[in-house]
């Protein structure tokens, strides 16, 4: 249940009749991957934060059929995105995304 975790305090309201495969500690994953970009980066800026929040969650927190399968891929222009905000050039987003 994800409704009262990291990644879903000040996110969009989630449809509730979703089924969503995330990962078994995704929203620790979550906070864990921005406490430590922000430490080595200082990159502290709302909209930085924002984005790759907005980022990590949809890694660790997919929409998915009720198999379990057809997981919905990440979005390419979301990462690159949150690298932007977030100060990376060009070649270090594009190894990560």
């Known amino acids: 249940d994800v409704s009262q975790t990291f990644c879903r305090r000040g996110a969009p309201a989630w449809n509730p009749d979703q089924l969503w495969c ?3 500690n995704g929203d620790d ?4 991957s921005i406490e430590g970009m922000v430490a080595l980066r200082g990159a502290r800026s709302e909209k ?3 984005t790759m929040k907005a980022f990590l969650c949809t890694l660790y927190h997919r929409p998915c059929n009720s198999t379990g399968g057809g997981v919905k891929p990440v979005c390419f222009y ?3 995105r949150a690298y932007e905000n977030c100060g990376f050039d060009d070649q270090y987003r594009n190894l990560q995304c």
């Open 29 to 32: 994953m979550a906070r864990e």
């Open 78 to 80: 979301d990462c690159t």
């Open 48 to 50: 930085c934060m924002s």
């Open 22 to 24: 995330s990962y078994p």
